[in-house]
């Protein structure tokens, strides 16, 4: 069983950074995949950005060259850096991973972008 940990949520104004912390209980190398999804009111969960087999990155289009997911492996950690924040980026931002074929989730954080 993995268990993850998120952190860095919070308030911010348009066109600020966070940076989100997801930490593993177990050794990252063990995991085959972790990555960051997120769900606005109203909608459905979708994906952000992830690692996936091979240290190979996938972002959403709609944060390509604004997030960057990055992993500090002596942390069992997995960040993702948001720059340039929108209103529409507004959203309870989940930490994912997946092992042997199963899916864990952290407990989410808020991010809230103001104007």
């Known amino acids: 069983q993995v268990q993850l940990v998120e952190s860095g949520g919070g308030l911010v104004q348009a066109g600020g950074s966070m940076r989100l912390s997801c930490t593993a209980s177990?050794?990252?190398?063990?995991?085959?995949?972790m990555g960051w999804y997120r769900q606005a009111p109203g909608k459905q969960r979708e994906l952000v950005a992830i690692?996936?087999?091979?240290?190979?990155?996938n972002y959403a289009d709609s944060v390509k060259g604004r997030f960057t997911i990055s992993r500090d492996d002596a942390k069992n950690t997995v960040y993702l850096q948001m720059n340039s924040l929108k209103p529409e980026d507004t959203a309870v931002y989940y930490c994912?991973?997946?092992?042997?074929?199963?899916?864990?989730w952290g407990q989410g954080t808020q991010v809230t972008v103001s104007s």
């Open positions: 177990r050794s990252i190398f063990t995991i085959n995949a």
């Open positions: 994912n991973a997946v092992r042997l074929d199963r899916d864990y």
């Open positions: 690692f996936s087999s091979g240290s190979t990155t």
